[in-house]
């Protein structure tokens, strides 16, 4: 994976660590060090993603964001804050961004946010497919069937969700915020490792159908769906 | 109907009643006494009207006397359309050869010569006459007498009519003024009592808005609102605070959990980085309760945008369940959750926050059965989760509560007195309450957390 991306972010520490990573990553960055000089930037085009702080010296993030999105910027925006609180992610994302990311923040979900929106706005020009396969996986989202090796595998609704997701981000990183969020539909973080429990139920039932592993455990950071 | 019916409840109750009470009498004794002046007017011109009546009649009779003599006289004593028409008026003529009576059983004793004066007639007692006579010396033997009896009892009658036609009046004006004046006053207490209802639960935009009379109720609202006013600018200096505070600490604990990310990276040694992960979840804890305590202040003083919808409950708690049934089987706790369908007006991501947060805890506390129910009666949404743990005193239970909102527990368990309180944080943003209980009579007892919020009734009638 690979792009351009611009970072507008006021803490030069913190924005040291997120261009050193998404270089890491394979990823062009441009970095701005506030509101004005980000908002230049931007209308220039070209970036893939914008990484935008909302609170920065100048002009503030959220003016920035609807600013762009009035200048038909297409690239895609991931919020940045430390307001992490439900008013300021609906705010941030009917302003027009595409995923909010709370400070503070693990990289790795900085990256996988990154990964997610990037693809998100390839895979909307390609259309979604209906079936989706990893390995010797085979997921039906119309007749909503998993088949493994032509075996059919049952799962429960949830599971088959969680599945989906998954294979959607296949090769991706995905935290466990993100499935919780787009598997469930809830936006906190639970201190237990509810999410863990469910990914090893179903990796044991796509296990039980034989075949190697294809859910990847990413140690401090989510999981991998890989090929095997 | 109902609502109706309440609202007329509210305008007669206690001060209204008094109030009309007040009016009614008021308004009769002013009435009343007005009636009363005007009958004493009233017997005051009556009485001059029959004594110039009477004094006429003797003038006309004397005139007849003089021109005719007595023959003429007696004739038109006993012509009807005569000076007598009148059946009010009597006369009587005394002669030597005895008394000639007009309408009068008997001639009245003491009669007044010159001006018509009050005499007893007809028997009556002599120390309250109510006949008005003058007599006239005709001759030497003959003496004529003429008088009028009151006429009373119509104008008695009349004004018994007057009477209660006026108290009828007075009691009809006095209730329409007392509605009235209760409709406007509870108008003006009901704009002040919503006003510092609205400011109680953490709205506080909201101000009291009634065009000024320069009165008493114009006194409490501009007290209320400058009131509002200020615990308005502490809220929104405070919101500013926290969000700076927020930004301030929050970015350092940023740095540091990158900076942990680096090391864990970039080191190849196990124990380094199995130290560098337990700082990293340290930071991450200290990170979440930063974020607790702070999303915690913003829902107490109800700085959080109205996003209240609403939510099948049984729903929402169900797919919690259902969340949380493969975690709770992996640590050999069953959940068994008992769900009535029941609505409530709720914003669903709190409240799913709050009913985790509970679910979380009962998980950590119980022993190996967790009751998740759903239930709904007397307008009330039940939401209890019980576990079979220590449970919590009795007599501890507020104290608890009070002190979980200090964190206090939050210091020495992380995560846990914050759940509890954001709980009842939650519960009391939305209209309700939490309840703790006894799980079961067993030992040990086990908690039973309970939210408890207003049902939503559907239909025009239900208020936002």
Known sequence: MSGKVLLVEDDDRLADHIIAGLAEAGYTVDRAGDGRDGLFLASDNGYTAIILDRMLPGMDGLSVLKALRAAQVSAAIILLSALGSTDERVEGLSAGADDYVAKPFAFSELLARLQAVCRRSGVQQAGAPTRLVCGDLVLDRMKRTVQRASRSVAVQAREFKLLEYLMLHSDELVTRTMLLEHVWGYHFDPSTNVIDVHVSRLRRKLEDAGGPPLIQTVRGAGYRMVAG | ?464
């Not at chain 2, 109510?130 to 001759?139: E, I, K, R």
């Open chain 2, 1 to 464: 109907m109902k609502r109706i019916a309440r609202r007329l409840q509210g305008l007669l109750s206690g001060t209204i009643v008094r109030l009309v009470l007040g009016f009614f009498v008021l308004q009769f004794v002013i009435a009343t006494g007005s009636l009363m002046l005007v009958r004493a007017r009233m017997d005051t011109i009556l009485t001059a009207d029959r004594i110039e009546q009477v004094d006429d009649a003797r003038n006309a009779l004397l005139g007849t006397w003089r021109s005719g003599g007595v023959s003429a006289l007696r004739q038109a004593l006993d012509d009807p359309d005569g000076p007598l028409g009148d059946p009010a008026l009597f006369a009587a003529l005394r002669e030597a050869d005895g008394d000639q009576l007009y309408g009068v059983d008997s001639i009245p004793a003491a009669v007044p010569s010159a001006r018509p004066g009050r005499v007893a007639i007809d028997g009556e007692d002599p120390s309250n006459p109510s006949g008005l006579a003058v007599m006239a010396q005709l001759n030497r033997d003959t003496t004529l007498v003429v008088g009028a009896r009151k006429v009373g009892s119509g104008v008695a009658i009349a004004f018994a009519e007057a009477a209660a036609l006026t108290l009828v009046i007075t009691a009809l004006v006095a209730m329409a003024a007392a509605l009235a004046l209760g409709f406007v006053l509870n108008r003006r207490t009901a704009a002040i009592a919503r006003t510092a209802r609205a400011l109680a639960s953490g709205n506080f935009a909201a101000r009291v808005d009634h065009p000024g009379y320069r009165d008493g109720f114009d006194e409490v609202r501009d007290q209320i609102n400058a009131m509002a006013e200020r615990i308005d600018r502490l809220v929104t200096e405070l919101q500013t605070i926290s969000a700076s505070l927020a930004h301030d600490l929050r970015s350092p604990v940023a740095r540091v959990r990158a900076a942990l990310d680096n090391a864990w990276k970039l080191t190849s040694d196990p124990a380094a980085a199995a130290a560098i992960e337990l700082a990293s979840a340290d930071a991450e804890g200290l990170d979440r309760m930063l974020v607790g305590a702070l999303d915690l202040s913003r829902m107490e003083t109800g700085m959080i945008a109205d996003r209240r919808i609403p939510v099948d409950v049984a729903e929402l708690v169900g797919d919690l369940v259902e969340l949380y049934e493969p975690l709770a089987e992996s640590r050999g706790v069953t959940i068994a959750s008992e769900l009535e369908t029941a609505t409530a007006l709720a914003d669903p991501e709190l409240l799913a926050r709050a009913v985790s947060n509970l679910i979380e805890n009962a998980l950590k506390y119980g022993a190996g059965q967790l009751h998740c129910n759903c239930s709904c009666s007397d307008g009330l949404v039940r939401i209890a989760i019980c576990d079979d743990g220590v449970g919590i005193a009795a007599e501890d239970r507020d104290t608890a509560l009070a002190r979980f909102s200090r964190l206090d527990h939050a210091r020495t368990t992380p995560g846990v007195g914050l759940g509890l309180t954001m709980a009842a944080a939650v519960a009391s943003l939305h209209g309700g309450t939490i309840e703790l209980s006894d799980a079961s009579a067993a030992d040990p007892p086990g908690l039973c957390v309970t939210i408890v919020l207003p049902v939503y009734e559907a239909g025009p009638a239900a208020d936002r």
